[in-house]
């Protein structure tokens, strides 16, 4: 077998929806867990040019695949405590995603270190994307019982397991909004892998709409109440961050928050609808200057577009973490002691 050419652009090179003898080979490796049997191979090696949909659907649709449990469980899903710095929080050992470096003790240490940082009690802080919770119990316990947070998050076992996670903590500074942020309220699909997952668009067809995993979709500028002011908003949502932060435009340009956002630009075309430079550029359009969240803190000084895109290229990773500060002075009184502290750290 060759190595894929994993080089910038294949993602939009034509693709060719034919299976090959390739193709089949690895769906027994990856979905079946094992080589072909000889006698077997002839008539399954006789599928390729078959469309590739329908010879996946096959596999994933046959006992063999079913008897090896690779969809985890919704209802009897397995749980520890992770004991961290301030809070403890119910994470899976068996999700890779997000589960096993919660129990580990760490997430995401540069944003980690970011909210440690710009929170103070009192704060209120949206977490959009809140995935099993470990931001949201981060930031409530750095406002405490004074500041609010308001987690957002569409799958109904991580919301399940964030709620878990503020009972076990007692945080009555909590809520937990099980539904997707978007530009306006509806349904969507949901689709999950571990704790992770992307929401898009319901097919229109009957048959499509049915046979989807529905999850509702919100405004969040029709949920959170305006005199309860954001000072952080936190969104990681696969692609559809700038869906979520439309929908909450007008509180963005009201409350002038804080934002930590995730970046991928080879998310954003396919759920938002735009490339990334166009996101950057809307958040640089409502009043936003641009820095990107590393080892050593924000960059220094705050960067243009050209420079996001550079250090998203130089990462060599799926994705970059960036921070959104209002633009000419409205950054709140707090937010802008706490900023200048986490520039000048080193």
Known sequence: MTQPDLRAGTRHAPYDNRATKEDIFHCFRL?????????????HGARAGEPLDAVVGSYLNSLEFTRRKLSAPDAAEDHAIAE???????????????????????????????????????????????????????????????????????????????????????????????????????????????????????????????????????????????????????IDVEGAEYNALLGCETLLRRDRPVIVSEFSPGMLPGISGIPGEAYLRWLSGIGYDLAVVGAEGASRPLLDIDAIMAAYRARGADHIDIVALPREGRLRSGMRWAWNRYRSRR
């Open 31 to 43: 979905l079946l867990g094992r080589n072909p049997d000889p006698e077997e191979w002839p008539g």
């Open 84 to 234: 961290l710095d301030g809070f403890r929080m119910l994470a899976s050992p068996s999700d890779a995603a997000v589960g096993r470096h919660v129990l580990a003790g760490r997430y995401e240490d540069e944003v980690t270190a970011f909210f440690r940082l710009m929170l103070r009690p009192g704060m209120n802080v949206l977490d959009i994307g809140a995935n099993i919770g470990f931001f949201t119990m981060l930031s409530a316990s750095l406002v405490g019982p004074r500041g609010r947070v308001l987690a957002v998050e569409p799958n109904p076992r991580n919301a399940r397991m964030i709620e878990a996670s503020r009972a076990l903590n007692g945080f009555g500074n909590v809520t937990v909004l099980q539904a997707a942020a978007g530009r306006d309220t509806g349904l969507l699909a949901l689709h999950t892998s571990h704790s992770n997952g992307t929401t898009s668009s319901l097919e229109a067809t009957v048959a499509g709409i049915v046979s989807a995993r529905t999850v509702p979709c919100l405004a969040l500028d029709r949920i959170v109440p305006a005199g309860q002011p954001v000072h952080l908003v936190k």
